[in-house]
């Protein structure tokens, strides 16, 4: 396909096979001095319509380590203030020769609208509360790496569901891969018909924890909040935050993840952030293997035979 937009449109093997890609890109970045000219003469452009500092940076640097001219126009400082349009924006910049345009926009949906109007691959960074595929690839590739497989691993997602598109993108991902999720959260965020997506529920953490092999936090969004704020976050954390003590009830040798940015003490405490079984700083360096391989996979289109050397 021209475009990653969700991982609800793509196959387990095509999961498998970005994730197989991004483990060579990793041990370029580990070994191989971060350079490799997979991408010289392509134009990446970063379009970011929200604050991002992981996404955008990442991107920006698995560009630059494989030979790409990068560039980035956040919405606040372009002519998107003067009043043009997301399609205007995208035909402008596919004009200036583009190869791939990285879009984070606050309405789920926009980074498709931009899709079937430019030339340019688009990868979706995130989209209100619809998806954000590359942090749940980063995320999936970081559980291979530390436990080897995604078939039959336990999932537990905690926290405010409704407003996360990391969340929608794991439980698209992981279900697909044969993991099995749980999730738990206030009832007020956890959003209505999820266990259609074949998802267990929970309304306690400590049900949703136990034997997990994996915890994942997630930050409240506040500034996604329309209806005031239920629950406040001193509630959040007493009855959702992740501890020392309710850690004990997963797997002895469970990881924790988080996509950041953290609420620090809110949602895990500095114990469990900072401690052994936080796999929060790999998952970062390995977001910028996985923006990597999309990049190369993206933009060898028309070249299906070429091998990674
Ligand atoms: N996880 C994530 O998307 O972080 P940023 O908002 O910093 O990009």
Same mark, same amino acid.
């Given at each position: 396909?021209?475009? +990653?937009?969700?991982?609800?449109?793509?196959?387990?093997?095509?999961? !498998?096979?970005?994730?197989?890609?991004?483990?060579?890109?990793?041990?370029?970045? $580990?070994?191989?001095?971060?350079?490799?000219?997979?991408? *010289?003469?392509?134009?990446?452009? $970063?379009?970011?319509?929200?604050?991002?500092?992981? $996404?955008?940076?990442?991107?920006?640097?698995?560009?630059?380590?494989?030979?790409?001219?990068?560039?980035?126009?956040?919405?606040?400082?372009?002519?998107? =203030?003067?009043?043009?349009?997301?399609?205007?924006?995208?035909?402008?910049?596919?004009? %200036?020769?583009?190869?791939?345009?990285?879009?984070? @926009?606050?309405?789920?949906?926009?980074? @498709?609208?931009?899709? *079937?109007?430019?030339?340019?691959?688009?990868? #979706?960074?995130?989209?209100? %509360?619809? !998806?954000?595929?590359?942090?749940?690839? +980063?995320?999936?590739?970081?559980?291979?790496?530390?436990?080897?497989?995604?078939?039959?691993?336990?999932?537990?997602?905690? /926290?405010?569901?409704?407003?996360?598109?990391?969340?929608?993108?794991?439980?698209?991902?992981?279900?697909? %891969?044969?993991?099995?999720?749980?999730?738990? &959260?206030?009832?007020?965020?956890?959003?209505? /018909?999820?266990?259609?997506?074949?998802?267990?529920?929970?309304?306690?953490? =400590? !049900?949703?924890?136990?034997?997990?092999?994996?915890?994942?936090?997630?930050?409240? =969004?506040?500034?996604? *909040?329309?209806?005031?704020?239920?629950?406040?976050?001193?509630?959040?954390?007493?009855?959702?935050?992740?501890?020392?003590?309710? +850690?004990?009830?997963?797997?002895?040798?469970?990881?924790?993840?988080?996509?950041?940015?953290?609420?620090?003490?809110?949602?895990?405490?500095?114990?469990?952030?900072?401690?052994? *079984?936080?796999?929060?700083?790999?998952?970062?360096?390995?977001?910028?293997?996985?923006?990597?391989?999309?990049?190369?996979?993206? $933009?060898?289109? &028309?070249?299906? #035979?070429?091998?990674?050397?």
């Amino acid at each position: 396909s021209k475009d +990653l937009l969700g991982l609800r449109d793509i196959t387990a093997e095509e999961i !498998e096979y970005i994730l197989n890609t991004a483990k060579t890109m990793k041990y370029i970045i $580990t070994t191989n001095n971060k350079k490799t000219a997979h991408l *010289q003469g392509k134009s990446v452009i $970063t379009l970011f319509y929200e604050n991002s500092t992981r $996404t955008r940076l990442s991107f920006e640097l698995a560009s630059k380590y494989m030979g790409a001219n990068a560039a980035n126009i956040s919405a606040s400082g372009s002519s998107v =203030q003067k009043g043009e349009s997301l399609i205007d924006t995208g035909k402008t910049i596919d004009s %200036m020769g583009s190869d791939v345009i990285i879009i984070r @926009h606050p309405m789920s949906g926009a980074p @498709h609208l931009l899709a *079937q109007n430019v030339k340019s691959s688009v990868i #979706n960074a995130g989209d209100g %509360m619809n !998806e954000h595929p590359t942090q749940a690839l +980063l995320d999936m590739f970081t559980m291979v790496e530390k436990k080897g497989s995604l078939k039959g691993l336990k999932v537990a997602i905690v /926290g405010d569901i409704l407003h996360s598109r990391v969340a929608r993108s794991n439980i698209w991902g992981l279900t697909k %891969m044969g993991a099995e999720v749980n999730i738990a &959260g206030p009832a007020t965020l956890i959003p209505p /018909g999820i266990e259609k997506l074949g998802v267990n529920v929970f309304s306690t953490v =400590q !049900e949703a924890l136990l034997d997990a092999d994996v915890v994942m936090g997630l930050r409240i =969004q506040l500034e996604r *909040q329309k209806k005031g704020l239920f629950p406040s976050i001193r509630e959040y954390s007493r009855f959702f935050g992740l501890d020392d003590k309710r +850690l004990k009830l997963a797997r002895e040798d469970a990881i924790v993840m988080h996509p950041g940015p953290v609420n620090r003490g809110v949602e895990l405490s500095s114990m469990v952030m900072d401690g052994d *079984q936080s796999t929060i700083n790999e998952q970062v360096t390995n977001g910028v293997a996985i923006r990597m391989a999309l990049l190369y996979l993206l $933009t060898r289109r &028309g070249t299906a #035979n070429e091998v990674i050397d």
